[in-house]
């Protein structure tokens, strides 16, 4: 049986960090959905489809082709890299006008029924860890173990200024994530959840390197 680990949770928690220490030690794949809603967003951005119209959003999802794979050596700038028809947008995807509108894209139920495909055959067969707002929730229901990470909104938003090497903007940051935070936490279709029987860890009080140590004792206390 493998190991399916879901690690869901605002913007800015660490998911990205803890969850791909987490599947180097456990040696498992790591996915990041959120790369692929930001991809299916720069697609929908150099196409021009309306933002508001999910039926064309759902046809662009199911008509492109959305792949994260392990970078190759020496890609020292990413955790993965992601694919958008065999192209690299690692680095377009993280562009301002991208991080802008794709709350608005990854709302339509059009949109998500077409990455609840992608995204379950991405972790079929191998052990993996997956991150992203309802994996726990709705993609992986019956994953091994479920993880909430979460951190307080000044926390994230200080750690963003640091990581951008922009002190000046930690204002900016903060009304950024709290409104990110409630467009993921209001909209009606999957929205980010801590999942039924979660394993909730602040990684502002734990730090990283102390939540994957408990993530991977959780899972050896459950056998996995
Ligand atoms: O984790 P991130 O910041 O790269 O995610 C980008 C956006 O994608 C975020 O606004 C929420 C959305 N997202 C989602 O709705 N469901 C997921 N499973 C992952 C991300």
Redesign the pocket.
């Known amino acids: 049986m493998s190991v399916a680990i879901a690690i869901d949770g605002p ?1 800015g928690a660490g ?1 990205s960090t803890v969850g791909h220490a987490l599947s180097l030690r456990i040696n498992a794949r790591f996915v ?4 692929m ?2 991809a299916l967003t720069f697609a929908a951005l150099a196409r021009r489809v309306d933002l508001d119209d999910g039926g064309a959003l759902g046809v662009l999802a199911i008509t492109c082709t959305i792949e994260v794979e392990r970078p190759g050596p020496g890609m020292a700038d990413r955790l993965e890299t992601v694919l958008l028809d065999g192209r690299d947008v690692t680095l377009e995807v993280r562009a301002p006008a991208v991080e802008r509108a ?2 608005a894209v ?1 709302r339509h139920v059009e949109v998500r029924r077409a990455m609840l495909g992608v995204q379950r055959a991405s972790a079929a067969g191998d052990d993996v860890v997956m ?5 726990g929730s709705v ?1 992986l229901p019956d994953a091994t173990l479920k993880v909430y990470l979460t951190a307080a909104a000044e926390v994230r938003a200080a750690r963003r200024a640091d990581e951008m090497g922009l002190p000046d903007r930690v204002g900016a940051y903060l009304e950024e994530i709290r409104e ?1 935070d409630a ?2 936490s209001g909209r009606d279709v ?1 929205p980010l959840r801590i999942p039924a029987g979660a394993l909730v860890l602040d990684t502002g009080e734990l730090g990283v390197a102390a939540c994957v140590t408990v993530i991977v004792a959780r899972l050896e206390v459950i056998g996995a």
């Open positions: 913007s998911k990041d959905t959120g790369l809603y930001r794709v709350s990854s991150v992203g707002r309802d994996i993609v990110r467009a993921d999957a």
